[in-house]
């Protein structure tokens, strides 16, 4: 019985330093493992890790382009810089009351019939009680002088008998009186009572390019003011019939084309380039269309904005001729020998060359074809109103003419439109 004891105690122990061993050892093979798997690890990782790190090193050497995060902050901060600058014009007008007033339809009745009814036959008609000044439409313009010059269409501020009222970005409210009317282009010069006031910037229309962005600012409806929309140049020196039932029709020449949202109210307001620069005066909307509205581009209105503050009112350059623009196909039906230029010929309201102008001074006679105004080429896409409106009343500019085979240059002082053309 001893015996067998010993025995398995002897067996226990070897059994004990078996487990023992092995307990013991497993870490030991662990951390062998271990070491080999990390250093594959590290063989089969490093590749990558050098590849990340200079994937990101090449990434930071590269600027990343943004370009939804660029046109927003651009658009933006041209809203910014031309919000303060842009106004709501408000028109109104003294109009007749009209109410539902009781008349007698039958005053020649013997008086026993009107007693008879008991003088109550309950019959009325529309009579005016009295005048009230009402709201008969909305415009937009913009600040041009710290002292309140403001730019703004002509047919906004053409009815001579109506008020005008302007409101600013901040909310306050002027009284406006219209300073100056272009006989020619779309446009108008008012006046409020101010000072400090913030003038918009005014860019270069001359340098615009097709499908640059365009923004639009203006009293939409009349109702919505400083309303944004966004668009691009979609076209230049379009020459457009625009017409309303308050100024009838009028040709304008040489207008931007955009399709950014102009909308009745937005009349007179600025559109501007993504500098916040006026480039263009909204003037116009094609009917039918979708997003078709033109501009008059600001080119054109520096020298009357200048002329108002120089002298108060809008003098405008004239030669004194009525013409037709020429082109191929005109020139051939009229054998002509140019195909370009101001064909100088009458109509049924009045002779080729207006008594006493300019051009008449000069000796420009009908049939003449103006070619050039100081080396500038008139074409139907650059006509000769258009070049005209570049120069001042009392500059002296040479015109280039073909009479019959011979070309001629003739030197012309222009003088101030008379105000009854």
């Given at each position: 019985?001893?015996?067998?004891?010993?025995f398995?105690?002897?067996?226990?122990?070897?059994?004990?330093?078996?487990?023992?061993?092995?307990?013991?050892?497993?870490p030991?093979?662990?951390?062998?493992?271990?070491?080999?798997?990390?250093?594959?690890?590290?063989?089969?990782?490093?590749?990558?890790?050098?590849?990340?790190?200079?994937?990101?090193?090449?990434?930071?050497?590269?600027?990343?382009?943004?370009?939804?995060?660029?046109?927003?902050?651009?658009?933006?901060?041209?809203?910014?810089?031309a919000n303060?600058?842009?106004?709501?014009?408000?028109?109104?007008?003294?109009?007749?009351?009209?109410?539902?007033?009781?008349?007698?339809?039958?005053?020649?009745?013997?008086?026993?019939?009107?007693?008879?009814?008991?003088?109550?036959f309950?019959?009325?008609?529309?009579?005016?009680?009295?005048?009230?000044?009402?709201?008969?439409?909305?415009?937009?313009?913009?600040?041009?002088?710290?002292?309140?010059?403001?730019?703004?269409?002509?047919?906004v501020?053409?009815?001579?008998?109506?008020?005008?009222?302007?409101?600013?970005?901040?909310?306050?409210?002027?009284?406006?009186?219209?300073?100056?009317?272009?006989?020619?282009?779309?446009?108008?010069?008012?006046?409020i009572?101010?000072?400090?006031?913030?003038?918009?910037?005014?860019?270069?229309?001359?340098?615009?390019k097709?499908?640059?962005?365009?923004?639009?600012?203006?009293?939409?409806?009349?109702?919505f003011?400083?309303?944004?929309?966004?668009?691009?140049?979609?076209?230049?020196?379009?020459?457009?019939?625009?017409s309303?039932?308050?100024?009838?029709?009028?040709?304008?020449?040489?207008v931007?084309?955009?399709?950014?949202?102009?909308?009745?109210?937005?009349?007179g307001?600025?559109?501007l380039n993504?500098?916040?620069?006026?480039?263009?005066?909204?003037?116009?909307?094609?009917?039918?269309?979708?997003?078709?509205?033109?501009?008059?581009?600001?080119?054109?209105?520096?020298?009357?904005?200048?002329?108002?503050?120089d002298?108060?009112?809008?003098?405008?350059?004239?030669?004194?001729?009525?013409?037709?623009?020429?082109?191929?196909d005109?020139?051939?039906?009229?054998?002509?020998?140019?195909?370009?230029?101001?064909?100088?010929?009458?109509?049924?309201?009045?002779?080729?060359?207006?008594?006493?102008?300019?051009?008449?001074?000069?000796?420009?006679?009908?049939?003449?074809?103006?070619?050039?105004?100081?080396?500038?080429?008139?074409?139907?896409?650059?006509?000769?109103?258009?070049?005209?409106?570049?120069?001042?009343?009392?500059?002296?500019?040479?015109?280039?003419?073909?009479?019959?085979n011979?070309?001629?240059e003739?030197?012309?002082k222009?003088?101030?439109?008379?105000?009854?053309?």
């Amino acid at each position: 019985m001893q015996k067998k004891l010993v025995f398995i105690v002897i067996v226990a122990g070897l059994v004990g330093g078996i487990i023992g061993s092995a307990v013991f050892v497993r870490p030991a093979h662990a951390s062998f493992f271990d070491s080999i798997l990390n250093f594959f690890k590290q063989e089969i990782q490093s590749p990558f890790s050098e590849n990340a790190t200079s994937t990101r090193e090449s990434s930071s050497s590269i600027p990343l382009y943004k370009p939804a995060n660029d046109y927003e902050e651009a658009v933006v901060s041209a809203v910014e810089n031309a919000n303060n600058s842009v106004v709501s014009i408000v028109i109104s007008k003294d109009l007749p009351v009209i109410e539902q007033c009781p008349y007698n339809p039958f005053p020649n009745l013997p008086p026993e019939f009107n007693n008879f009814f008991n003088n109550n036959f309950q019959f009325s008609k529309p009579c005016e009680k009295g005048t009230k000044t009402q709201e008969i439409g909305g415009g937009s313009g913009f600040i041009v002088s710290e002292d309140g010059l403001i730019v703004t269409n002509k047919h906004v501020a053409s009815d001579e008998k109506a008020q005008y009222t302007v409101f600013t970005n901040d909310g306050e409210k002027y009284d406006a009186k219209v300073i100056a009317i272009d006989p020619v282009q779309d446009l108008a010069v008012i006046k409020i009572d101010g000072h400090g006031l913030t003038p918009a910037k005014l860019g270069n229309s001359d340098s615009i390019k097709l499908g640059q962005t365009a923004i639009a600012i203006g009293n939409a409806l009349g109702e919505f003011k400083n309303t944004v929309s966004v668009g691009v140049i979609s076209g230049l020196s379009r020459n457009i019939t625009a017409s309303g039932a308050s100024y009838g029709s009028e040709d304008i020449r040489g207008v931007i084309q955009t399709d950014a949202a102009i909308n009745p109210g937005n009349s007179g307001g600025p559109l501007l380039n993504l500098r916040g620069e006026v480039i263009g005066i909204n003037t116009a909307i094609a009917s039918g269309a979708q997003n078709i509205g033109f501009a008059i581009p600001i080119n054109f209105a520096k020298r009357a904005i200048q002329s108002v503050k120089d002298t108060g009112t809008i003098k405008t350059a004239y030669l004194g001729v009525r013409y037709i623009m020429l082109d191929a196909d005109f020139a051939k039906k009229e054998k002509l020998s140019v195909d370009y230029g101001a064909l100088v010929r009458g109509t049924k309201d009045g002779p080729a060359v207006l008594k006493d102008s300019p051009a008449e001074k000069a000796g420009i006679k009908a049939e003449d074809i103006i070619m050039e105004l100081n080396g500038e080429k008139l074409t139907a896409d650059n006509p000769l109103a258009i070049v005209l409106q570049k120069y001042n009343v009392g500059e002296t500019v040479i015109f280039t003419i073909q009479r019959g085979n011979d070309k001629i240059e003739f030197p012309v002082k222009l003088e101030e439109r008379p105000k009854n053309l």
